[in-house]
C-alpha cells in the first residue's frame, strides 16, 4: 500500500559503457522526472570493478532516493524505458551496459511479483550498492531490518569502490565535473 505523500525508494544506477558520467546524470534526471519523485537524493559518484560474473571496463555507480507515489511495477517500468533509451539490452547477461537501473528497496512495498524482488535479493552482498546507499538512505532498509551502514559492515564482497565525486545537494541530478 502506498502512502498519500508516497512511499520512499532507492534505485541503483550504474553504467561501463560509453560516457558513464553523463548517462548516470541523464538517467537520474529522467527517473526522477518520470516517477515524479519528491526528495530527492542522488549518492556519489563510485567507480567499481564489475561484479558477479559482468564484464567490461569498471562502471560508475550511484544510487537515487526519494519519493514517489507510483506503484512498484511503475517503477520498474520506468526503470526499463530508460535502459532501452539509452540504448542498453533487455537481456544484460554479464555484457558490459551502458546503463543498469536496479529498484533496489520500496517503502510499503516488500514483495515478489514476476520481474521484481523488494527488497533487491544481492543488495546486501555489494559494496558498489551500499556504499552510496548509506549516503542517501536514512533509517533500515525496507524489508532487510537493518541500516544500509550496518549491512555494509556486514557485507563479503571484496570488491573495490572508490569515490570519485561527492554527493551533490539535495535535488541536483548531476554531479559538479565530468570524468
Not at 38 to 61: C, I, K, M, Q, V
Not at 71 to 98: D, H, I, N, Y
Not at 150 to 170: H, I, M, R, T
Amino acid at each position: 500500500m502506498i502512502r498519500d505523500e508516497g512511499s520512499r525508494l532507492a534505485l541503483s544506477l550504474g553504467s561501463n559503457s560509453g560516457p558513464r558520467q553523463e548517462l548516470l546524470e541523464a538517467a537520474a534526471g529522467e527517473l526522477a522526472e518520470s516517477l515524479e519523485m519528491d526528495g530527492l537524493r542522488l549518492s556519489g559518484l563510485f567507480e567499481t570493478e564489475p561484479w558477479g560474473g559482468a564484464s567490461g571496463p569498471a562502471y560508475l555507480n550511484c544510487v537515487l532516493a526519494g519519493s514517489t507515489r507510483l506503484g512498484p511495477m511503475k517503477v520498474l517500468r520506468a526503470c526499463r524505458s530508460v535502459e532501452a533509451a539509452a540504448g542498453s539490452p533487455v537481456r544484460k547477461a554479464g555484457a558490459p551496459r551502458r546503463l543498469d537501473v536496479d529498484v533496489l528497496c520500496m517503502e510499503d512495498a516488500a514483495s515478489s511479483p514476476p520481474d521484481l524482488e523488494l527488497p533487491h535479493p544481492r543488495m546486501h552482498l555489494r559494496r558498489f550498492v551500499l556504499l552510496p546507499l548509506a549516503q542517501v538512505w536514512d533509517g533500515e532498509v525496507p524489508g532487510l531490518g537493518a541500516t544500509p551502514q550496518s549491512l555494509l559492515e556486514e557485507a563479503s564482497d571484496p570488491g573495490s569502490a572508490v569515490e570519485l565525486k561527492p554527493p551533490p545537494p539535495g535535488g541536483a541530478t548531476a554531479w559538479e565535473e565530468r570524468e
